[in-house]
């Protein structure tokens, strides 16, 4: 059985940073594109980041765009989202989902989905 389960969320200033982690079970992050996707209040499910599982290879929407960074810890089969120059518009939950055939932003690719994680950013 397949879990994600994120953790590093909360309420931070804006200008101020968070940590989001995504641990992984039942599958390998090193086989698996690992994407992160936030929904705000009254708002579709977007693409923040993702990590390919073969060469490591990042993308980011532009709008977190050398602010956010995502990595991979393949010992602790991890992945994580550090979020800095937090603004109020990044409010949202913010989930984990792991792909296991494409690397793709679109969010129907991806076959498993954790439950999210809040963030809040206050202005």
């Known amino acids: 059985q397949v879990q994600l389960v994120e953790s590093g969320g909360g309420l931070v200033q804006a200008g101020g940073s968070l940590r989001l982690s995504c641990a992984a079970s039942?599958?390998?992050?090193?086989?698996?594109?690992a994407g992160w996707f936030r929904q705000a209040p009254g708002k579709e499910r977007e693409f923040v980041a993702q990590?390919?599982?073969?060469?490591?290879?990042?993308a980011y929407a532009d709008s977190v765009k050398g602010r956010f960074t995502i990595s991979r810890d393949n010992a602790k089969n991890t992945v994580y989202l550090q979020m800095n120059s937090l603004k109020p518009e990044d409010t949202a939950v913010y989930v984990c989902?792991?792909?296991?055939?494409?690397?793709?932003?679109?969010?129907?690719?991806?076959?498993?989905w954790g439950q999210g994680t809040q963030v809040t950013v206050s202005s």
């Open positions: 039942g599958l390998t992050f090193t086989r698996a594109t």
């Open positions: 990590i390919t599982w073969s060469d490591g290879g990042t």
């Open positions: 989902a792991a792909n296991l055939l494409y690397s793709s932003v679109l969010l129907k690719t991806y076959n498993y």
